[in-house]
């Protein structure tokens, strides 16, 4: 499915079981750094199932979800629904719907790759408060290990687009045109998940660009992760190491 709206809808199961949280370190800072309560109002943009909004949640923030994808967000809805600190709005980046100056912090976790263009820049220019933030999120796998060099080259060959929708291809330049005339500051954070096989599977599954099942590539990264999870895996289990990158900055300067 090319279509970036759309393409997420047949992996919402496997994304809301598989994809990882982020660190209590990560919020600390950002709380910290931005000096939020409970009064300030948050906008996660490309909220996907929530998974970043209820970590806000979880801190005693208010947040407004903004997802175009109707499925994830109602599976947002149905997660962090009943929270009174949890808003949502079907809609994009480009067009939020938020009211001009109202939003003193907008977060973007694993999803600014998804919409980085100067429409989306004007939008969150137009919502932010003067004195607001950016706050870009991702987690990002440690490519150096033997382990991850391999997983790469497997989706490489398996995935089609997986080179052309890899958040990790966003470079520093590129997220520091978009932050300008403001700068940008850069955090680091330790995170990891831990997966049997059918864990493993079912994370790559949560992907985008992951092959339909019924295809022959699906079946061929299928064996070919299988191979790599015998070689690496320790007691049934392979452990993901993730360095969770923060981008935090102003856009009005």
Not at 43 to 55: H, K, N, P
Not at 82 to 109: K, V
């Amino acid at each position: 499915m090319s279509n970036s709206v759309e393409r997420f809808s047949s992996t919402i199961a496997n994304y809301i079981r598989y994809r990882p949280s982020y660190p209590q370190s990560l919020l600390d800072t950002l709380i910290s750094k931005t000096q939020l309560n409970g009064a300030s109002s948050i906008a996660d943009i490309g909220a996907g199932t929530g998974i970043f909004s209820q970590c806000l949640l979880q801190n005693n923030l208010s947040v407004t979800a903004i997802e175009p994808n109707k499925y994830m967000l109602a599976a947002a809805k149905l997660a962090l629904g009943s929270d009174p600190n949890f808003r949502y709005l079907n809609n994009s980046a480009e067009q939020t719907g938020l009211t001009a100056r109202s939003i003193d912090l907008i977060c973007a976790a694993q999803s600014f790759h998804w919409f980085h263009n100067q429409t989306t820049r004007a939008e969150f220019a137009r919502i932010l408060k003067p004195q607001g933030y950016l706050a870009l999120i991702w987690n990002q796998r440690e490519a150096l290990q033997p382990f991850y060099r391999q997983y790469d080259a497997i989706l490489k060959k398996y995935a089609t687009d997986y080179e052309t929708v890899n958040h990790q291809n966003i470079s520093n330049e590129q997220i520091s045109r978009f932050y300008a005339p403001g700068s940008v500051t850069s955090y680091c954070f330790n995170n990891q998940q831990q997966f049997d096989f059918t864990g493993l599977m079912g994370r790559i599954k949560s992907c985008s660009y992951c092959p339909s099942e019924d295809s022959t590539a699906f079946k061929g990264l299928e064996n070919a992760v299988n191979k790599l999870f015998v070689q690496f895996s320790d007691e049934g289990l392979i452990t993901l190491e993730y360095n969770c990158k923060l981008y935090l900055g102003r856009l009005h300067v």
